[in-house]
C-alpha cells in the first residue's frame, strides 16, 4: 500500500468515526464501548457532518452515499470479508447504524432545538405539532439503530423496511406538495427528496441480496 493510500485511508476514518468504531466492536460483546459512542463517536460525527451540510446542495449526499460505503469497504477490506453476501450485510450494517441511526439524531435536532429554521426551508408553516412529532419519530428509529450496533440480524431487516417505507412516503409528500402548492423551497425539492428516493432503493436491493442468499443458505440445510 502507497503513502498516499494509507494517508486516504487515515482520512476517511477521521471523516467517518463510525468506521473504526464499528470495526473495533465488529466481534466484541455487546454493548461494549457505549461511552465512547455517545461521548466520541457521534459528537465528532455531528461535527463533520455539519461541516459537509455547508457544501451546497451534494455536502450530505456526498457523506451518506460516498464515504460511508467507502467506510463500509474498508470494513470488508481489513477483515478480509470473501463471501458476497456477508460484504452486502456489512453495507447494511453501515446504512443502518450511520444513516438511520446518527442520522435519525441529526433530524431530531433539526426538527425541534431548529425547528422554525426547518420548517421555513422546507416551505411549512412554522410551530406545527406534527413537526415534534416527525422529530420524536426519527429519535426512536434513531436509537433502534445504535443499538443495531450490537444487535443486528432481524433488527436491521425491520429498520430497513420501516425507514424505507417511511422515506418513500416521505418523497411522495414533498413532491406532491411541489405540485398541488408550488412548493419549491430548497428541503421540499433539494437533497432531501433526492436521498428520500436514492437511499431507500439503495436499503432495499442489499436487504433483497441478503435475504435472497439467507433463504438458499436455509433451503440447502
Known sequence: MTTTQKLLEKILDLAVPFGPFLREVDTCRPFLHWKRLLLFVIPRTFFIYWLFSLI???GTIIYMAVLVPLSARRHINLKKIKEKVDAVNIYLW???VILIGFGGIWNFIG???MADTV???IGWAVGSPFQIE???YT???AVAALFAIWIRGHMITALIISKSIFLYGAGYVHIHDAIVNQNYSPLNIGTPLVADIIF?????ILLYISLKTEFQRQSTE
Open 94 to 96: 453501515y446504512f443502518t
Open 56 to 58: 451546497p446542495f451534494v
Open 200 to 204: 431507500p432503493t439503495i436499503f432495499l
Open 139 to 141: 429519535l426512536g428509529s
Open 134 to 136: 416527525l422529530a420524536f
Open 111 to 113: 426538527h425541534t432545538i
Open 119 to 121: 420548517a421555513t426551508q
